[in-house]
């Protein structure tokens, strides 16, 4: 079903516009030697009833899982008009909007996207999405080195941030010669005068923990690094925005570039994309920005309108000297993003912020009440937090997973084992709390009577009970 | 009217979220307030109802033209009909609410569906290798120029820092490459619209050991396809350098040529193109990326592997340690995959091979009947290949009516404008590409359009030049959206 509209009358009424007798003929400068032979292993059509029954049964063989993982990627609750509004065809299966007068709607609808993720950061300019977070954060730290052409290139890391993350920026940086250096303790006693283009701060930490923002900004700053702020969105709406991170205010106020995953604003899992990257930063350093960006202007007669402007930033104009070579970008999300944040409005999403808050809180509470479970830090935390746990993380994982809740995730942390990562949102409720915790204790009873019987049977003479018992 | 503007004083009344319970912010147990966001430092977020959001983000959509509403003959995008099926089979919730690190457990039929999406695009493509992680044709393009590059590095060849990219090449070929720290040399095009042999004969004379590369398209940007392949491939492997092939054409050749047999080393896929995934506005893409023997071992990571008992597994570099790494924080665009995986089902083997000669046929018709109308081609003695280029010289000088002018007045017709100046290398150019799912009719409406517009031309040049007429806005001023920049609504 290849959605060919063609009767076999006008193909052949095409073919004798054309003037040859048949399709191959069209294909007769490809060298022969290079003609595809069929297809063997590619399967034959099926209908869309057959594919419906072939991928409902996949999809709910796999269910739908009672989730504590974050890492990167949250559940929050997703109002259904949000995409019932960005599946309308005028939205979705349009293209990028290069000839604007026939692309009113979208431009308008990431300018107004633009307005709100920009002033969720308290910075000026944000530009129309980034394939994701881990990305984003890669073209941030290149945007800072551009801005930054006599410091080093060589940006910092403080804090915890996501290993996969790492590993996105050390694919993606080394080519233009950028050093990256971690630094988990947030050790401020050190002098780093002139060494470093950019200072990253997260928040929250890969860990869950909320960050002494103001004071590191203050002192990347005083050090002549720009500050980039990896965060997550929805946490903005509760705690200080990136544009206000400092302690002083005759210093340069405010991280200088904000970038992140804007998956949580609007956009489901789907695991792991397609999600949404956001970049933001001070209006001085827009023309060093990558990817499109749309400005508002007038038209021939002054009525308002909108359009893609300083395109000369980018790929198809400058080419080799582009601030990037992204071109499609993450659009629909972006509009998901827009409608997501214009029905919670600034109440609703800091609501959204306070039940993740209390919801972990709760949560935490309730596990650390469990033998053997101990948290690592001291906090605070945001929405997600680590704690040890007294039996491997793969073996929790596997029986929660059988039991279709997803547990969280292992974490490599020096000096600990058994670290488990774990995640609750808004979308939770106490007995989901409690359906956890209860899978959690037993998971854990039954790996002790194992244990327990496993050192039994070495003892002859010990009744079932007994062992039991021990 | 901007979306702040139609916004209440106050919060309104909210029932999208059940509090779990009542939030007051002296309730924040352990929160200090220095971590705060204050009062003071406000959103522009609006307070709407649901029906007022709703509304306004309808009537914005209507001022789009889409697929679902117009006819897009735009080259090189490849804007093909979006099947529903695709969208809403994604969308099940076991695939929707998967988060990306499930337990493997509970992700055995969305890693099911990628596996076999991996199988049909190796022998769609006759490479050997694929990782479906790139999350954009970009990227795709980024992944593909730095397993070269490993290539080089690994055989201790470190001296070749040159890519060599045609001059109708996308503008993302060059941004890549030096993205990716290459120098980038152009090659030049003759006149028939294949690359220029001796000139990149000279090329690799000259820089023999600097070659690193060459980026090609096949069929080229030009909507031809490049006749001399095989020893354009031959040469650059001679001197030692690989060969990328940008996938942005590739709804032209499906089963009828294969870059694996052309000889190519690496490759992406447009899914947003070939497989009918939406371009929602501009993203998302979908980029994977191909390889033959040669590059295997440094395809980026995640890759789904099957083992033994048959479960489906996530490849990382444990498995792959010579990868070039990750690209995205977890597996690419997952849900645009399945929605590819949905369409190359519905298609099959026969049906993706329909879709390309359809998609031929249509560009051969509408060249053809442009020609009869009088329109110049830009190369009048090639076959199209799923679309061509015609060029507005001649209108240029006689009317002074640009491809610009055109397209703008196609608007008005409700057709999307075709792609504009691009190549760069043909003056005044407009690059048509009809795809496989517009009808006869819809074909023989464009040339109707286009034949109307040409008697504008020449009896009404000025009503062509201040096209469009009817839509939304008239032509825009970018450059006081540049100068001006208003790229945020703030409160006055």
Redesign the interface.
């Known amino acids: 079903m290849p959605f060919v509209p063609h009767s076999k009358a006008d193909i052949n009424a095409m073919l004798s516009t054309i003037g040859v007798d048949q399709i191959e003929d069209l294909f007769d400068e490809i060298p022969l030697v290079i003609k595809a032979r069929p297809f063997e292993k590619i399967p034959e059509n099926i209908s869309e009833s057959e594919l419906t029954r072939l991928m409902t049964a996949r999809a709910n063989e796999d269910g739908v899982d009672l989730n504590f993982i974050g890492a990167g990627a949250y559940e929050h609750y997703i109002p259904w008009a949000v995409w019932d509004i960005v599946s309308r065809g005028e939205i979705m299966t349009s293209y990028t909007p290069y000839q604007a007068e026939a692309s009113q709607g979208n431009l308008q609808m990431i300018y107004e996207y633009q307005s709100m993720i920009s002033s969720l950061m308290g910075l000026d300019c944000s530009n129309a999405s980034l394939y994701d977070g881990a990305s984003g954060l890669a073209e941030a730290i290149l945007m800072a080195v551009r801005i930054q052409l006599d410091k080093p290139k060589k940006i910092l890391i403080l804090g915890d941030v996501s290993p996969n993350y790492l590993e996105v920026l050390h694919v993606l940086l080394p080519h233009q010669g950028i050093e990256i250096d971690l630094d988990l303790n947030l050790n401020l006693d050190k002098n780093i005068k002139n060494l470093y283009a950019a200072v990253v701060i997260v928040q929250p930490s890969f860990l869950g923990l909320i960050q002494p923002v103001d004071v590191l900004t203050d002192w990347a700053h005083a050090a002549g690094a720009l500050v980039i702020a990896l965060v997550n969105p929805i946490a903005m709406s509760l705690l200080k925005p990136p544009g206000e991170w400092s302690a002083a205010e005759n210093l340069d106020k405010g991280a200088d570039i904000a970038c992140g995953e804007a998956q949580p604003l609007g956009v489901p899992l789907a695991f792991g994309g397609p999600y949404l990257g956001f970049i933001c930063c001070k209006k001085k350093y827009v023309r060093q920005m990558p990817g499109r960006i749309v400005g508002r202007t007038i038209d021939l007669e002054g009525k308002e309108g909108f359009c893609l402007t300083l395109q000369a930033r980018e790929q198809h104009i400058r080419r080799a000297k582009a601030t990037s070579n992204i071109c499609t970008n993450q659009g629909l999300l972006v509009a998901a993003a827009m409608v997501y944040m214009s029905l919670l409005g600034e109440t609703g999403l800091k609501q959204v912020a306070k039940q993740c808050y209390l919801n972990a809180l709760a949560l935490r509470e309730k596990l650390i009440q469990i033998d053997g479970v101990k948290l690592i830090h001291t906090g605070p935390w945001f929405h997600e937090f680590a704690v040890s746990m007294p039996l491997p993380i793969d073996k929790i994982r596997e029986e929660l997973a059988r039991e279709g809740i997803q547990a969280g995730i292992e974490v490599n942390m020096p000096g600990f084992s058994n670290v488990l990562l774990i995640c609750s949102t808004e979308v939770h409720t106490s007995l989901d709390h409690d359906r956890y915790v209860n899978a959690l204790k037993y998971v854990l009873s039954q790996a002790k009577i194992e244990s327990c019987f496993n050192k039994n049977t070495e003892l002859d003479g010990v009744t079932g009970a007994e062992k039991i018992l021990c | 009217m ?3 503007e139609q916004s209440n004083l106050n ?2 009344p ?1 029932n ?2 059940a ?3 009542e ?1 007051k912010p002296e ?6 307030s ?5 009062e003071n ?8 109802s ?1 029906l007022s ?2 509304r ?15 006819m ?1 003959p ?1 080259g090189s ?1 490849t ?5 529903r ?1 695709a ?1 809403r ?15 493997s ?6 890693l ?2 990628l596996y076999e999406l991996q ?2 695009l ?3 493509t ?1 490479m050997t290798g694929v990782s479906l992680s790139p ?5 795709g ?2 992944a593909g120029v ?1 397993m070269i ?1 490993a290539y080089h590095r690994a055989r201790g060849d470190l001296k070749r820092d040159i890519f060599l990219i045609p001059d109708a090449a ?3 070929n ?8 290459f120098k ?1 040399i152009e090659v030049k095009t003759q006149t028939e619209g294949d690359v220029d042999l001796s000139e990149l004969k000279k090329l690799l004379e000259i820089y023999s050991d600097q070659i690193a590369g060459m980026m090609l398209t096949n069929p080229s940007t030009l909507g ?2 490049e ?1 001399n ?2 020893e354009i491939t031959d040469c650059i492997h001679k001197a030692g350098g690989l060969l990328y092939y940008d996938g942005a054409n590739l709804n032209a ?1 499906m ?4 870059p694996g ?2 000889g190519f080393d690496v490759m992406h896929m ?1 899914l ?1 193109k070939t497989f ?1 995934t ?8 979908s980029g994977p990326v191909l390889v033959n023997n040669k590059l295997k071992a440094y395809l ?1 990571i995640p890759i789904v592997g099957k083992n033994n008992f048959g479960k489906y597994f996530l490849k990382t570099k444990e498995e792959l340690p010579e990868s ?13 995959l ?1 929605r590819a995986f ?1 369409y ?12 390309s ?2 998609a ?3 560009a ?2 509408l060249m ?2 442009l020609e009869k109308l009088g329109f110049t081609l830009a190369f009048p003695e ?3 290949t799923h679309e061509f280029i015609i060029t507005l010289q001649k209108e240029l000088k006689a009317y002074k009516i640009s491809a610009l002018d055109l ?2 007045r196609l ?1 008005d017709y409700g057709i ?2 075709p792609t504009m100046y ?1 190549p760069l290398l043909v003056p005044e150019c407009l690059l048509v590409e009809p795809t ?5 009719k819809a074909l023989d409406y464009f040339i109707e359009v286009m034949s109307k517009i040409l008697e504008e031309i020449k009896t009404n040049p000025e009503w062509v030049k ?1 096209a ?1 007429h009817t ?8 450059v ?3 100068r ?7 409160e006055k």
């Open positions: 901007l979306i702040f919060p309104i909210d999208h979220l509090p779990f319970q939030v309730k924040l147990i352990g929160l200090d220095k971590y705060l966001r204050t430092s406000r959103t522009v977020l609006p307070n709407l649901e959001v709703i306004h983000c309808v009537k914005n959509s209507q001022k789009n033209f889409s697929i679902d509403t117009h897009y735009l995008c804007m093909k009909y979006n099947p099926a969208h089979l994604a969308s099940l919730p076991g695939f929707l609410n998967k988060h990306p690190l499930a337990h457990l509970n992700t055995q039929g969305f099911s569906c199988e049909i190796l022998e769609l006759g999350m954009a044709g970009a990227q393009e980024l730095l590059k996308h503008g993302t060059p941004a890549t490459a030096s993205m990716a720290g980038v031809v396809f006749r392949i095989l050749i089963g009828k040529s294969r047999d052309m447009n947003h009918a939406p371009h929602g506005s501009g993203g998302p893409g980026p070039i790494g990750r690209l995205s924080a977890f597996h690419g665009n997952a849900g645009i399945l949905a190359a089902r519905l298609l099959g083997r026969s049906g993706l091979k329909q879709a000669e359809v031929v046929l249509n051969n018709y053809k009947k090639r076959r199209a397209a703008k608007l999307h404008a691009f496989e799912t517009e009808s006869l201040q469009p839509l939304p806005v008239r032509r825009l001023d970018d006081k959206a540049a001006e920049l208003d790229i945020a609504w703030r």
